[in-house]
């Protein structure tokens, strides 16, 4: 375990799960962070690799006892958002990468965090590549009136679609406030269209072999433009996790997306 003043006292929520092992890894290797608590509702008292921790499943006693100043939180939904409250109310930043997290309480997320004066910042994406992404998809939207998504992720991805493609929709609706789409009335088999977020048809795709890709076709007269990212591994993500921890206190109130602190 890392240890030393002035170090980032750092946390991590959903330490068990794939994220949440990497993001671990990555913090125990940072000079400037220190891993003080990693929490779990499985492998309860396993101990950490690299580290004198073991995965513990109260949240508020490691709060009370550690004091960390970010959590980092990549369990899921609604469960991340309690993850997060607790957290504000115990006056520690939260760096969250869950996705699924209701509308209601992302709302509440919100409030807590203007009334504590502690910050959030919720990124449905870390990778930096990922974040350009979206951004590009946003600056061809003002030439594009027609575009769809597709995103495609590894089986174990239990909700759909990936907060990735929502923001991605969202981004581009900023741009054009309305985009054509063919309306089908002989639709042989419900919901082959897809989804709509925004005026934005979104396709989902969950295979084992996947990690996490999305891909952005926008189509025009005589051409399309197909904009897309792949993460290859979750090592992907590190660098925007690690540049969240370390920026996130500086914020204010709730912040949506990476690209706000690049």
């Not at 981004?171 to 934005?200: L, Y």
Request: net charge negative.
């Amino acid at each position: 375990m890392n240890t030393g003043v002035g170090k980032i006292k750092v946390m991590v929520c959903g330490g068990a799960g794939r994220m949440g092992t990497q993001t671990i890894e990555t913090v125990l290797a940072q000079s400037d962070m220190e891993l003080v608590g990693t929490i779990d509702m499985v492998r309860i008292g396993e101990k950490v690799k690299n580290s004198d921790l073991v995965i513990e499943s109260d949240l508020k006693k490691v709060l009370e006892e550690q004091k960390p100043q970010v959590m980092v939180d990549f369990t899921l939904g609604r469960v991340a958002g309690e993850n997060v409250l607790t957290a504000l109310s115990h006056g520690c930043a939260c760096v969250v990468g869950a996705t699924g997290i209701p509308e209601d309480m992302v709302n509440k997320i919100r409030e807590k965090a203007e009334e504590t004066g502690v910050p959030v910042l919720i990124a449905p994406n870390f990778s930096l590549g990922a974040v350009l992404m979206m951004k590009f998809s946003q600056e061809s939207a003002r030439y594009f009136e027609w575009a769809e998504i597709m995103e495609l992720h590894h089986e174990k991805k239990a909700d759909a679609p990936s907060g990735t493609a929502i923001r991605t929709a969202e981004m581009m609706s900023q741009t054009r406030s309305e985009f054509k789409a063919v309306e089908v009335t002989d639709e042989k088999i419900s919901g082959v269209r897809g989804g709509v977020h925004n005026g934005i048809h979104i396709h989902s795709v969950r295979l084992p072999g996947l990690l996490a890709h999305q891909q952005v076709i926008l189509g025009g007269l005589g051409e399309t433009l197909t904009i897309r990212h792949d993460s290859i591994s979750r090592e992907s993500f590190m660098p925007g996790v690690m540049l969240a921890v370390r920026k996130v206190s500086s914020l204010k109130g709730l912040t949506v997306g990476l690209e706000q602190i690049l």
